[in-house]
């Protein structure tokens, strides 16, 4: 999870091979009419939103037993707890870092939808992950490999294990 630029479907896909289990970026779960709007300049708002959170999380059910990856802004709080509720086993990496970083970052992306002057409406909707929310939050200031290594280490994942053991919430 973060804002546009920070990482999510270069870290994800590595991730992903690291544990041997499907990838997707949720930007190629959206409407295109949710594309056009940002395309646009114009953020998306909660209603527009809603429908793809719930195919994103239909997504992760799917693949459930089996573990994956998936890229998604996942913002706000209300976003990841819809996801959260559709597979108890949900795992966050919030890929964090400045606003000069980010921009960076877009500045050099080329034929995203995207567009850079969307970023302040990204970090101003932007809700960290909070104390009690099942995940790692990492600085995006570091290569790749390190970023990866980091959160398989610290959430304890292995090709043998890629679905972390949790307890779920309705048995806590």
Not at 83 to 108: C, D, I, M, N
Request: glycine share 6%.
């Amino acid at each position: 999870m973060g804002v546009s630029g920070s990482g999510k479907s270069t870290v994800g896909a590595a991730i992903a091979q690291r544990l041997r289990v499907p990838f997707a970026d949720a930007d190629d779960f959206h409407p295109p009419e949710n594309i056009a709007k940002m395309a646009s300049g114009r953020a998306l708002n909660d209603h527009d939103r809603q429908p793809w959170l719930e195919t994103l999380g239909g997504w992760l059910t799917e693949h459930e037993q089996t573990g994956a990856v998936l890229s998604c802004s996942a913002l706000k709080r209300s976003y990841r707890d819809l996801l959260h509720s559709r597979t108890r086993g949900l795992r966050l990496l919030h890929l964090s870092g400045t606003p000069e970083v980010v921009e960076a970052r877009l500045a050099a992306r080329a034929g995203h939808f995207m567009p850079p002057s969307l970023l302040r409406s990204q970090f101003a909707t932007l809700e960290p992950l909070a104390p009690d929310e099942q995940g790692t939050t990492i600085d995006i200031d570091q290569d790749i490999d390190a970023i990866v290594e980091r959160y398989l280490t610290t959430e304890n994942l292995t090709t043998e294990n890629p679905t972390p053991n949790l307890i779920s919430k309705e048995s806590a």
